[in-house]
């Protein structure tokens, strides 16, 4: 481009706390062209707060964030006046609770009934009305792998259903190369095959109207090529923490014992100076894998480590997190050589979910961060027995490469919430700079040197 720079609009539909948008962001330029965020949209207000708090730290303007719900016509008109003709790629993905492999509908038979017309199901025909009418040249649909197999009145699965839609209104997905991880309607990715330190499968529709193969986002990890990171790459660096009690199980003679236990106990604050000599002391022991990723997530040493707080855990949880061994669930504790008083440690009824309980591994990936985080962290207890504790905001967040100074707003319920409907950042990366080629090598030429489409002009 002759040292010309072309900045390409995106917009974020359903953006959450902003994994998918950091990513396309912090893409590296390829011949000149890179990606800004035209605008962000999502009914959550916290999730908008911290999406206005990094456009200011990004001299972005917050205006360009929106809170509004996407099916009322007010929202869908402020959408238009900010991004017409400005908007090359739209990104996003409907809220998947309705869609979960993990949630009310995994199976279990425990209140699925009311998921099976969900009225979240419909929202993408919100996304698929403002493609139609912004006519981007691409578009990167993210779903969880529940959109396949959940089904639409006629029995075709949603995935289907969506990519049908999409078509008939000028979108192409034909891959431009045959994988394993392409199935006849979409993508099928691991976040862990791309760097990040999570197995986080999900389902990603990329299409154009370009008349063109779409890219594919090569694996960089995993399967022949680099080592994954693991949760010791991650996370080892971080302040160890002691949880405190609750006392939902402690007798009320003991509770003033408990409370003088807790008050020695260091749970961590909302933000303190970051611990350097720690940070620069684990990097150094690590591999080229480890390495990089730490250099994606903490580009520059930030002044403060923040949101690293240890929830307060009952009793008897806190002695079955040390006496289980990593990689193990609940299923191992009931049915393994464990002492009949750890199990005992296991309250809730087996025929539910069998891993209610994990303890996660250093030397592995983590397993996959959700939103439940929110309700409990049972699911994500950390590998050091001396801890005996959950992951901390901060560890969710880096888990799912969220950068150290990204900070969510709301209460750490809502905080965790964000985190684990989001996009990985660096998958996301990945993924920007895979259609940044096709830019690049002039397959595609940028929305804001075309026509704008007469559908919107009408607006």
């Known amino acids: 481009m002759d040292g010309m720079s072309e900045k390409l609009g995106v917009l974020d539909l359903f953006a959450g706390g902003g994994g998918f948008y950091l990513g396309f962001e912090l893409a590296d330029e390829i011949d000149g062209y890179s990606f800004e965020t035209v605008c962000a949209v999502d009914k959550n207000e916290y999730a908008c707060q911290t999406l206005r708090s990094h456009f200011k730290e990004r001299d972005k303007d917050p205006n360009r964030v929106i809170l509004g719900d996407l099916n009322d016509e007010d929202t869908k008109k402020e959408i238009l006046d900010l991004c017409n003709g400005q908007v090359d790629v739209i990104i996003g993905g409907p809220p998947c609770q309705s ?61 289907q259903i969506i990519r049908q839609d999409l078509e008939s209104i000028g979108y192409t997905f034909e891959n431009e190369r045959q994988d394993k991880l392409i199935q006849d309607t979409y993508l099928k990715l691991n976040a862990a095959d791309y760097g990040v330190p999570q197995n986080r499968r999900r389902i990603f529709l990329i299409g154009n109207n370009q008349s063109i193969k779409n890219p594919f986002p090569e694996r960089t990890h995993g399967d022949g090529k680099k080592p994954q990171v693991t949760l010791w790459d991650t996370i080892g660096d971080l302040p160890e923490l002691e949880a405190k009690y609750t006392f939902t199980d402690i007798p009320d003679d003991e509770r003033d014992k408990v409370r003088k236990i807790n008050e020695g106990r260091r749970n961590g604050e909302k933000q303190v100076e970051y611990h350097k000599d720690c940070f620069f002391s684990h990097y150094r022991n690590l591999d080229e894998t480890g390495q990089e990723f730490l250099d994606f997530v903490v580009p520059d040493i930030p002044e403060h480590l923040t949101d690293h707080i240890a929830r307060s855990h009952m009793r008897r949880d806190q002695r079955l997190y040390r006496a ?136």
């Open 324 to 459: 289980m061994k990593q990689g193990h669930t609940a299923k191992d504790v009931v049915e393994g050589d464990y002492e009949q008083d750890i199990r005992n440690c296991i309250k809730y009824d087996m025929s539910s979910f069998k891993d209610k309980y994990r303890k996660q591994s250093w030397n592995a990936p983590s397993t996959t961060i959700f939103a439940h985080l929110a309700k409990d962290g049972n699911r994500f207890i950390h590998p050091d027995d001396k801890q005996a504790r959950t992951f901390t905001v901060r560890e969710a967040a880096r888990i799912q490469s969220f950068p150290d100074d990204y900070r969510f707003s709301g209460p750490r319920t809502a905080q965790y919430g964000q985190i684990g409907n989001a996009v990985p950042p660096l998958l996301a990366k990945r993924m920007a700079e895979s259609l940044l080629r096709k830019f690049a090598g002039a397959q595609v030429e940028p929305v804001s040197k075309q026509s704008v489409p007469a559908s919107v002009e009408a607006q």
């Open 99 to 159: 869609f979960s492999l993990i949630g009310p509908r995994s199976g279990y038979g425990v209140g699925n009934s009311k998921f099976e017309n969900d009225s979240r199901d419909d929202l993408y025909m919100a996304y698929i009305d403002l493609v139609k009418t912004l006519s981007p040249s691409f578009i990167v649909f993210e779903n969880v792998l529940g959109l396949a197999s959940k089904k639409g009145e006629d029995g075709t699965p949603y995935v």
